[in-house]
């Protein structure tokens, strides 16, 4: 074990509270763990000596104030550090982890889809990951795998638009569409809310917002558009002013209310119904899981939703083709039955 590897686990270990941090202590966690033999006072009191000025380094106005941010208790035989929420390496505590996913818990109404609590729930797995128990032998693979969400295009843009959103600032955006023919355009807008939408191919970032012209004095649900962060160039305050009235109960996240995801269909809510087959896995799912908040199960096999007709929908239900048999709207059966017959002669 290397040095930077060795003050690493030390600092780890003055993070773990209980552990009683000494070195005779140190030194039998170091043979027990890394087989390191000869663990010394003299090479203790450097290790600590070394932390101590990393910790300068994080903390330099805490230990103008305190002093040594490193103390030795003689009642309790143990070195300690002298506040709970501080770290000679740039990594996050189990308190500050704990701390972190608390404070998201509490503001779950910031995220949609349960996003909160996935955050919450891999906050607390990388808690539990820094922390194991330490055994005789390790698996040498991880406990737990969680999705890899990568990064998100257009990610630069969202501190600016959090920032207009909670302002209700107008700004100018320069926007240009993914179909190569597409041109590059400039409007004036009121941003409202930044949607995350994982459509299956990739997950990304949108902005919903209303488009301000001269004349526009109210903000209204059926007005409001769409564009994906990644396809926008720039952004920058709009000198214009804001002259429109925004309802008390105006909620932007209501565009989305009628949508089986992200984009709007006519804009005309209409009924489906669907039957599932009675050996169907997914007959057990839905009753559980249903696919929109407006599923209705009309008897054991039959369900009816109620959204605006979209690609999103057509997707959807091509895909669990096998297991659900549209019966209305007809003219969704028809073009079902036209995406199947076109998908079967790929395999003939």
């Not at 030194?27 to 027990?32: C, D, H, L, V």
């Not at 526009?216 to 007005?223: G, L, N, P």
């Not at 007709?309 to 073009?335: G, S, W």
Request: proline share 3%; with cysteine; glycine share 4%.
């Amino acid at each position: 074990m290397n040095t930077t590897d060795r003050l690493k686990e030390l600092n780890n270990l003055f993070l773990r509270k209980t552990f009683p941090l000494r070195a005779s202590t140190v030194g039998a966690y170091f043979t027990e763990h890394f087989d390191q033999l000869g663990y010394s006072e003299r090479s203790f009191s450097r290790d600590i000596k070394a932390l101590k000025e990393k910790l300068a380094e994080r903390y330099p106005s805490l230990e103008d104030a305190e002093g040594d941010l490193i103390r030795y208790s003689k009642s309790e035989n143990r070195f300690y550090y002298i506040r709970d929420d501080i770290s000679a390496f740039p990594s996050f505590s189990e308190q500050e982890l704990d701390q972190i996913a608390s404070i998201i818990d509490f503001n779950k109404h910031l995220f949609t889809g349960g996003n909160g609590n996935g955050i919450v729930n891999k906050l607390r797995a990388i808690s539990l990951e820094n922390n194991l128990i330490k055994h005789e032998e390790l698996a040498n693979w991880p406990a737990i795998e969680l999705i890899n969400e990568g990064d998100r295009s257009g990610s630069e843009h969202v501190k600016f638009l959090v920032d207009a959103i909670s302002g209700k600032q107008l700004i100018e955006i320069s926007h240009k569409g993914l179909a190569t023919t597409s041109k590059a355009k400039t409007l004036t807008c009121l941003p409202l809310l930044i949607k995350e939408y994982n459509n299956g191919w990739y997950t990304g970032w949108y902005l919903l917002f209303q488009e301000i012209s001269a004349g526009e004095t109210k903000i209204s649900v059926d007005k409001l558009r769409l564009f994906a962060l990644d396809r926008i160039g720039s952004l920058r305050l709009s000198t214009a002013p804001l002259k429109t009235r925004i309802h008390p109960s105006f909620q932007p996240s209501d565009y989305f209310k009628h949508s089986l995801g992200l984009f709007r269909g006519a804009q005309e809510v209409e009924k489906i119904t669907f039957r599932v087959q009675d050996d169907s896995w997914i007959k057990e799912y839905l009753p559980k899981y249903p696919i929109h908040p407006s599923q209705i199960q009309v008897d054991e096999q039959l369900f009816e939703l109620t959204l605006e007709i979209n690609q999103d929908v057509e997707n959807f239900l091509f895909r669990y083709a096998t297991e659900l048999q549209v019966i209305e709207p007809v003219y969704l059966k028809e073009q079902l039955q036209k995406n199947l017959q076109k998908a079967l002669l790929l395999y003939q």
